[in-house]
């Protein structure tokens, strides 16, 4: 899996050219886009100026000397690779497993172009079995817990290592619905994000234009 991660990450790579403004995505897949471009950064002297879209991120590229800006320092973005969690055959996906979908989709908004890296495994007929993660405030998130409960949205607070509730990078906290099989993305997004108290939830429908997948019988295909 490490070895097809690694792979889609050094693809991803190939798309970046001097001068660009990349936006960095979260995840353990996202993380070998950004090392190699950290390689790439010390072995070619590729001149580049990163926006990230969590504290994780953050750390990785300042230890490999990519050059960061705030997102509102920067006039665009050219380009955003990251990862997902699942993605169906129309290219909705579902991201946010890492906790860092609010930054993921601002920087994803503001990009020209926008990347998935994924292996096989990622790919789904239809959305749902991987939980769906929501970003919430943390008032009233009780509340809003027991609204999901009785829409049969099956939630389920995140808890980090302490079994305290998860903090995301922005202060909030993340309640993952467990639907198992989501039939209509759109509908969804759109009564989430009519909620009060949503900060963001991790639908991406209809934002990514190319994917990038490894699979260990096929290699590495992009799919647009
Ligand atoms: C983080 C994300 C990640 O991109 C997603 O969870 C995939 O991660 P990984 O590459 O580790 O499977 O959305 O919020």
């Given at each position: 899996m490490d070895n097809l991660k690694r792979q889609v990450g050094i693809e991803a790579a190939k798309f970046v050219k001097n001068g660009m403004v990349v936006g960095l995505g979260t995840g353990s897949t996202a993380a070998y886009f950004v090392a190699e471009l950290g390689r790439r950064v010390a072995a070619e002297n590729l001149r580049i100026t990163a926006v990230t879209t969590s504290s994780v991120t953050s750390a990785q590229a300042r230890k490999l000397n990519i050059p960061l800006k705030d997102?509102?320092?920067?006039?665009?973005?050219d380009l955003t690779v990251d990862g997902a969690d699942e993605i169906d055959q129309t290219l909705n996906g579902i991201k946010g497993g890492g906790a860092a979908l609010l930054m993921e989709k601002i920087v994803a908004t503001y990009s020209k172009d926008y990347i998935w890296i994924v292996d096989?495994?990622?790919?789904?007929?239809?959305?749902?079995a991987f939980p769906l993660p929501v970003e919430v405030v943390p008032f009233g998130c009780g509340q809003l817990f027991r609204l999901f409960e009785k829409s049969g949205f099956k939630p389920t607070f995140r808890l980090d290592d302490k079994g305290a509730l998860w903090l995301t990078d922005s202060g909030n906290h993340i309640i993952d619905l467990?639907?198992?099989?989501?039939?209509?993305p759109e509908k969804l997004a759109r009564l989430l994000d009519d909620?009060?108290?949503?900060?963001?939830?991790?639908?991406?429908?209809?934002?990514?234009k190319t994917v990038i997948i490894a699979s260990e019988t096929e290699g590495v295909k992009i799919v647009t």
């Open positions: 997102i509102d320092e920067v006039e665009a973005i096989e495994s990622k790919m789904v007929a239809h959305l749902g467990h639907m198992n099989e989501i039939s209509a909620t009060v108290g949503v900060v963001e939830h991790g639908l991406f429908n209809d934002m990514v």
